[in-house]
């Protein structure tokens, strides 16, 4: 899930991009008056003498927008049950961190608003755009390793749950009893329809609609809705009696074709998928594609004349919101890294720097979307808007260069996970010191010419990335077997010492490589409960003999050790140390020399 994610939201920050582009050349071409006419249009159903009305802008800003929010429900409904929110010691850190990085851009904002006719705008600075941030990390590249977009997307999972809370507490003008009270009624009645599983979807679409509409005239921000529908949907993992029924049934179609076959294959393989990830893949593409563009467009449009400029430069508001946001999110995310990290609550997803998460906190600072949607609810004077959107600009900008310095700064591992004491200039032995045995996981032929052997991690990206390209070698050069020894960084990589435990229960069955395969498929979800799930697809007890397991890791890591592997990948090529490039093309290369080589 986090993968699709990451490339929706990187998809659609060129989108995001154009749409502020466009709603930025309109307000400020000679047509630049319609923009403001145009986005206050009025538009509504009317029924007898009941209306119902609101302008374009409003109809983006809670009509729209509560698809986005409750795209973001579901998202993390799915991550807190299925997910890698699952995790409590991997999830505690970027959740400090993502309360840090609200509550001090939100004290730098009041630092220069308190008491002042800005002082509501406290709220514009504390939220991340995801969107924008990815797409950003996308530019950097390999200087922002996979763990760090994890550990940046659980982050802004979290950002976005706390700006919705904020957003119904404290921007909440005033309620209206009765229609707060119909809502919580029609909330209830689809709490109801849940716990009686009646999953007709138009009955959810009626009740979703009018619950929406109540929310809204009852004063709270229907957005809300969005996130609360968003949560309620139900989510689970595929089940083996779902599974089951889904092969019959497609099975069924294969051996004798006809539309009541097809049909019920259909419907079989759809029940096996949660509705919470068909809505996901259905919505997530309007929401990342066409909503949230549509509404930087009517919300980006910024008038940026000669008196604008002038009159933003010296506003606190605008000062404050851009310090909010350059400032006040690489200091709060930073502190809220190091708070959990040093009272050793929880742990960092992989193989991370400090370079790497200080780059990561000051692009957090592209505050786009929340913050614009919150500069509506904060601020009714259009003049103190524009101040609070030109200091969202200038501090999302700023956020962005500032974070792609620091990571062209920063420290660049070049493909190789170490721990932080590893001694890069000792001198390292160049042979294998104990050669290939009867003991050793061993994949390809027993007289292969060429034997390479891999000093890995399970949870190293790095290794994570060689692992097909080691099987595409298999492939090609068929004089060649690949031997894999454990040397998990316990410093870095907290799950990889429990992957190789469960990694040898396989072996003990005789399915060390169907378990070798499955940890590098799936190395972002290495915790108890996943490496127990992936040993019972196996029929495997992943927590048997562990003495004896870990005795057998700790062999691989001394023989490691004592050959001079000080980080992974480490390959060694008929029993060299191999010193290329981790890519096929260089490895190929390496494998046919070794095998002409007397």
């Not at 010691?89 to 009041?110: T, W």
């Not at 941030?133 to 760090?148: E, K, M, W, Y």
């Not at 799950?495 to 469960?502: F, P, T």
Request: with cysteine.
């Amino acid at each position: 899930m986090f993968r699709a994610f990451f490339k929706t939201e990187v998809g659609s920050t060129s989108l995001l991009l154009i749409a502020t582009v466009l709603a930025l050349l309109w307000a400020n071409s000679p047509f630049g008056d319609t923009y403001e006419a145009f986005w206050h249009i009025p538009m509504g159903l009317s029924f007898g003498q009941a209306e119902f009305s609101l302008d374009l802008r409003h109809w983006v800003n809670d009509g729209l927008m509560t698809i986005f929010f409750f795209v973001i429900g579901l998202e993390i409904s799915y991550e807190v049950r299925l997910g890698q929110l699952r995790d409590r010691r991997l999830i505690a850190v970027p959740s400090v961190a993502a309360l840090g990085g609200m509550i001090v851009p939100a004290a730098v904002y009041l630092m220069l608003n308190a008491g002042g006719p800005g002082a509501g705008g406290w709220g514009v600075p504390i939220a991340t755009d995801t969107a924008f941030v990815l797409g950003l990390l996308a530019i950097v590249g390999a200087r922002c390793p996979d763990p760090l977009r994890a550990f940046l997307l659980t982050l802004a999972i979290v950002d976005d749950v706390l700006a919705i809370i904020i957003i119904a507490v404290f921007y909440t003008a005033s309620l209206s009893v009765p229609a707060l009270v119909t809502a919580a009624v029609l909330l209830a009645a689809i709490v109801t329809l849940r716990w009686l599983k009646i999953w007709r979807a138009p009955a959810y679409i009626v009740l979703g609609f009018a619950l929406w509409v109540a929310t809204l005239e009852s004063g709270v921000h229907p957005t809300l809705v969005g996130i609360a529908l968003g949560v309620l949907v139900l989510v689970y993992a595929p089940s083996d009696h779902k599974l089951l029924r889904a092969g019959e049934a497609v099975q069924e179609f294969t051996s004798d074709p006809s539309a009541e076959a097809a049909r019920q294959a259909a419907r079989s393989v759809k029940r096996a998928v949660s509705v919470n990830e068909r809505l996901q893949l259905l919505l997530h593409p309007w929401s990342s594609y066409v909503i949230v563009p549509i509404f930087a467009l009517a919300n980006a449009g910024v008038r940026l004349d000669a008196d604008t400029l002038r009159a933003a430069t010296t506003s606190p508001i605008a000062i404050g919101v851009a310090a909010g946001l350059v400032l006040g999110k690489v200091i709060g995310i930073s502190i809220g890294t190091w708070l959990p990290l040093k009272l050793n609550w929880g742990v960092l997803p992989g193989n991370l720097v400090w370079g790497q998460l200080l780059g990561g906190a000051a692009v957090s600072g592209i505050g786009f979307t929340v913050a614009l949607f919150i500069v509506d609810l904060a601020f009714d004077d259009p003049a103190v808007q524009n101040q609070a959107k030109i200091g969202i600009l200038a501090g999302s900008l700023t956020s962005a260069l500032i974070g792609w310095i620091i990571f062209k700064l920063a420290w660049d591992r070049g493909g190789v996970c170490a721990p932080p004491d590893a001694e890069p200039e000792e001198e390292l032995p160049e042979l294998l010191s104990v050669p290939v045995g009867p003991d050793d996981h061993v994949r390809g032929p027993k007289d292969a010419a060429v034997t390479i052997v891999e000093y890995g991690d399970f949870e190293c990206p790095f290794c994570g990335r060689l692992h097909p390209i080691m099987e595409e070698v298999l492939k090609r050069h068929p004089e060649v077997r690949i031997v894999f020894r454990h040397f998990p960084l316990r410093t870095l990589h907290p799950r990889a010492v429990a992957a190789a435990l469960v990694a040898e229960a396989a072996a003990d069955e005789g399915r060390f490589w169907e378990m070798h395969d499955i940890l590098f498929d799936n190395q972002r979800f290495l915790t108890d409960s996943d490496l127990a799930h992936y040993a019972a697809e196996l029929d495997v007890e992943p927590w048997a003999d562990v003495p004896g397991h870990k005795a057998r890791v700790a062999a691989d890591e001394q023989s490691g050790y004592d050959s001079g592997v000080r980080g992974t990948p480490t390959l060694f090529i008929n029993g060299v140390r191999y010193q290329g490039g981790l890519d096929l093309a260089s490895i190929s290369r390496a494998v046919e020399r070794a095998s002409v080589s007397p």
